[in-house]
């Protein structure tokens, strides 16, 4: 009888057939019912869960989108233009680079520094004149003046019309650039961000020394040049062989065919050479320090720790000069050339984000 209790039911040898439990029995029915239950109740939240987490990775797939290559010509000069545009931004982030101006190096940044930004703003990235894949301007030679005058026309051209605030972003050259159009389109710029920024001479560095004599000379610019430009008679996965095994062994894909598709260009290298000679001139001067303290709420600067294009010692000037202006180092690890590499392409992608969401808080805040 005992065992009759445990089992629900039992066999009868004699009879060879199954007998009834007894009325207990009905005990450990229940249970198995409850049991039941409470099994799929658990199946239940877990397939909400997993329900969830697909739908996240879903609206973040949405968020990161890949940026959109396309030519326009500014001012009647052809420009490469890397974007990716909101359906419904609250601004527009317009990307200045530095020198070379290439814009496909900053492939990773832009998509990055999009998701960060919640995917709320538009982005786009205009490159230097001539710095490009092909020679659209048949070998001119374009000024740094050329160069900022064709930032603040892209402004006018093509982002008249917008009814949302604009933030720059700007890296190494491209920050004295974003400077000179916050000067001019202040009534549109809400905001500055240099990377890394190259703002005047330094006259500590040796390196920066022997790349403004080599650019001062017509003749070894040319040179130069032309000795890269014949790098083109390798293929390209030699190239990128070459480039991963000399200067990029720690690059990403992308900055390695940036550097295949457009340094290999001899009218390329003869804009950036002139670019840089024409920029040393005019950065022999001080910043101009008054116009920054007028201007220091819209201006944040990102220094690298060992950078000689922009050196510890104009971090403190600046930080003496404009107290008022947000201004920090990265101590990541990364270098000026961060857009080379995916790791410091993403960090500064999300350092800029934070700068951008806090300054638009604050705005917020005032009113």
């Not at 039941?36 to 968020?63: A, F, Q, T």
């Not at 010509?73 to 609250?90: K, Y």
């Not at 130069?224 to 690059?251: D, E, K, M, Q």
């Not at 670019?275 to 819209?298: G, V």
């Amino acid at each position: 009888m005992t065992f009759g209790l445990l089992l629900p039911w039992v066999v009868t040898p004699s009879l060879n057939r199954c007998s009834l439990p007894p009325i207990a029995g009905s005990i450990p029915r229940l249970a198995y019912s409850k049991f039941s239950y409470s099994s799929r109740r658990r199946r239940y939240r877990l397939n909400r869960v997993i329900e969830d987490m697909e739908s996240e990775k879903e609206l973040m797939n949405e968020v990161k989108r890949p940026v959109d290559f396309r030519l326009s010509r500014v001012s009647g000069l052809m420009t490469e233009i890397m974007e990716i545009q909101a359906e419904n931004p609250t601004f527009y982030v317009l990307f200045i680079p530095g020198n070379p101006g290439v814009v496909p190096y900053y492939k990773e940044f832009l998509e990055s520094l999009h998701e960060f930004l919640d995917g709320n703003a538009s982005i786009i990235a205009i490159g230097q004149i001539s710095h490009t894949s092909k020679d659209w301007e048949s070998g001119r030679l374009f000024s740094f003046q050329e160069q900022i005058d064709h930032k603040i026309d892209f402004v006018r051209q093509e982002l008249e019309s917008v009814k949302v605030p604009i933030v720059l972003v700007a890296h190494s050259i491209g920050s004295y650039i974003s400077l000179e159009m916050l000067r001019k389109c202040s009534d549109k710029v809400v905001y500055c961000v240099g990377l890394y920024p190259f703002l005047t001479l330094n006259q500590q560095s040796r390196k920066q020394s022997l790349i403004g004599k080599l650019a001062a000379s017509s003749i070894m610019s040319a040179t130069a040049s032309f000795l890269v430009a014949t790098l083109r008679i390798l293929p390209i996965w030699a190239a990128r062989w070459l480039v991963s095994n000399t200067i990029g062994a720690s690059w990403s894909d992308t900055a390695l065919q940036a550097t295949c598709s457009h340094l290999r260009q001899y009218h390329t290298m003869r804009n950036v050479l002139f670019m840089t000679k024409t920029e040393f001139r005019e950065l022999a001067a001080e910043p101009d320090w008054e116009f920054m303290r007028e201007n220091e709420s819209k201006l944040a600067f990102v220094f690298g720790t060992d950078d000689h294009w922009g050196p510890l010692h104009i971090f403190e000037e600046i930080s003496k000069q404009v107290p008022g202006i947000s201004i920090s180092i990265e101590r990541e690890g990364h270098t000026h050339g961060f857009c080379c590499t995916v790791a410091g392409s993403e960090w500064a992608a999300q350092h800029v984000a934070t700068l951008i969401k806090n300054r638009f808080s604050h705005l917020q805040s005032e009113k």
